[in-house]
């Protein structure tokens, strides 16, 4: 995470301060070999991209490095949470009810052997937890608590089988997201 930061502040990308560092290898993420090549498979990825429900925060054509957010709040916020990350660690750290969360993904494309392609997707999940409400300058406001919430992997498969169902045909996507019972 610090060298994400630390990269961005260098190269000026402008990414959000939650932003995972794909090549850090967080818990969680995860990198497909692709057949194409990455001038080919990057539009691609674009156009899937604005097609998901995912706000695009940050592009880097040159590095092939976009960053998007997805936010979820709703009565079952703690129910989809704990399906895409590691709730008892963070009930450990003290966090409490759920009522939204956030994951932040950061998807690299870099050039693998023989002509393909490398797509990296790490993500950064916050959760969000809305206090007791407090007098604050004459105004009733809420407290809110933001946690760090380690990632199962799940989101980041979701989001690549996603992506894979909108760039490539039916059977390819079997075979790249290595589901079962692929030939």
Same mark, same amino acid.
């Given at each position: 995470?610090?060298?994400?930061?630390?990269?961005?502040?260098?190269?000026?990308?402008?990414?959000?301060?939650?932003?995972?560092? #794909?090549? $850090?290898?967080? /818990?969680? @993420?995860?990198?497909?070999? &692709?057949?194409? *090549?990455?001038?080919?498979?990057?539009? !691609?990825?674009?156009?899937?991209?604005?097609?998901?429900?995912?706000?695009?925060?940050?592009?880097?054509?040159?590095?092939?490095?976009?960053?998007?957010?997805?936010?979820?709040?709703? #009565?079952? $916020?703690?129910? /989809?949470? @704990?399906?895409?990350?590691? &709730?008892?660690? *963070?009930?450990?750290?003290?966090?409490? !009810?759920?009522?939204?969360?956030?994951?932040?993904?950061?998807?690299?494309?870099?050039?693998?052997?023989?002509?393909?392609?490398?797509?990296?997707?790490?993500?950064?999940?916050?959760?969000?937890?809305?206090?007791?409400?407090?007098?604050?300058?004459?105004? &009733?406001?809420?407290?809110?608590?933001?946690?760090?919430?380690?990632?199962?992997?799940?989101?980041?498969?979701?989001?690549?089988?996603?992506?894979?169902?909108?760039?490539?045909?039916?059977?390819?996507?079997?075979?790249?997201?290595?589901?079962?019972?692929?030939?």
């Amino acid at each position: 995470m610090r060298r994400a930061l630390v990269l961005a502040t260098m190269l000026g990308c402008g990414l959000p301060a939650d932003a995972p560092d #794909p090549a $850090a290898h967080p /818990r969680g @993420a995860i990198a497909r070999r &692709l057949p194409e *090549a990455p001038e080919q498979l990057w539009p !691609a990825l674009l156009v899937a991209l604005a097609a998901e429900d995912v706000r695009v925060g940050r592009t880097d054509a040159v590095r092939r490095l976009v960053v998007v957010q997805w936010r979820y709040t709703g #009565p079952d $916020a703690a129910r /989809r949470l @704990a399906d895409l990350a590691d &709730l008892a660690a *963070a009930r450990a750290e003290g966090l409490g !009810a759920v009522s939204a969360f956030t994951v932040t993904y950061a998807l690299l494309v870099a050039p693998a052997g023989g002509g393909g392609s490398l797509l990296e997707i790490a993500s950064s999940i916050r959760a969000v937890e809305r206090g007791e409400a407090t007098l604050l300058g004459g105004v &009733l406001q809420p407290l809110t608590f933001t946690t760090e919430v380690p990632s199962r992997g799940t989101a980041e498969r979701g989001l690549l089988g996603r992506l894979a169902a909108a760039i490539y045909p039916a059977e390819e996507v079997l075979l790249l997201t290595g589901e079962p019972g692929a030939d």
